[in-house]
């Protein structure tokens, strides 16, 4: 089973850029893995929770996602070496304040069904 720990929110001011770090454990995941997908959601308060970025462990470029409402900022990576999948976020917003997540599924579901705890991120004006 994965593990999942997030870390990197804080307190920033408008047009700032974090970058959030999630590190995968509890598995061995190989440089060309791809049984694994891994992602980050985002939930402000009082909101549904929002998809943000998915990448398949072990895929090219080709198998990134970015939610549209922020791929023109908002970007996502892996370090296989340090099974840790990062968001890179610029130009940060007011709205952009949430809990963020990092989240995983195996290929053979499409739930996402291994979380991690969260990580906080608030952007004043």
């Known amino acids: 089973q994965v593990q999942l720990v997030e870390s990197g929110g804080g307190v920033v001011t408008a047009g700032a850029s974090l970058r959030l770090s999630c590190v995968a454990s509890g598995r061995t995941f190989s440089n060309y893995d791809l049984n694994y997908v891994l992602g980050w959601f985002r939930q402000a308060s009082g909101k549904e929770r929002e998809f943000i970025a998915a990448l398949r462990w072990g895929g090219g470029a080709g198998s990134r996602k970015v939610a549209d409402s922020v791929k023109d900022r908002f970007t996502i990576s892996r370090d296989n070496a340090k099974k840790t999948v990062y968001l890179q976020m610029n130009s940060l917003k007011g709205e952009d304040t949430a809990v963020y997540y990092c989240?995983?599924?195996?290929?053979?579901?499409?739930?996402?069904?291994?979380w991690g705890q969260g990580t906080q991120v608030t952007v004043s004006s």
């Open positions: 989240a995983a599924h195996s290929i053979a579901t499409t739930e996402w069904n291994i």
